[in-house]
């Protein structure tokens, strides 16, 4: 008799976990992630496109400046001409070595 308890309580068991992890799977595919794509133009497959534009901030040899990055439209107005020596935003660049490439990729990403 405590064998056939046994193993009811186990086929239980199996049935409600198979469950549960059924139910998880289910509410996990109503759930996204949210994620920057820096110098890409499209998304991959099965994404969606949320927002687009281009990343400001403060130049690297420039003090007091913001250390994070700010998300810029890509049509913004410019304004009006400021001297260079007042306080500026600037473009985002990568800076890596010119004749150096990232693994995967057909040109170097040195001030782009």
């Not at 992890?21 to 499209?42: H, N, P």
């Not at 003090?63 to 020596?85: E, V």
Request: negative net charge; glycine residues 10%.
């Amino acid at each position: 008799m405590s064998d056939k308890m046994e193993s009811l309580i186990d086929k239980k068991m199996a049935t409600t976990n198979e469950s549960i992890e059924t139910s998880v799977q289910d509410k996990l595919k109503d759930i996204g992630v949210t994620y920057v794509r820096w110098a890409r133009k499209s998304c991959p497959n099965a994404t969606e496109l949320v927002y687009t534009g281009k990343a400001g901030g403060n130049h690297p040899e420039h003090k007091g400046g913001g250390s994070n990055y700010i998300c810029l439209p890509n049509d913004s107005d410019n304004g009006q001409f400021q001297p260079h020596d007042t306080h500026v935003l600037f473009g985002v660049e990568y800076q890596t070595f010119y004749n150096s490439k990232l693994h995967g990729w057909l040109n170097s990403l040195g001030d782009k």
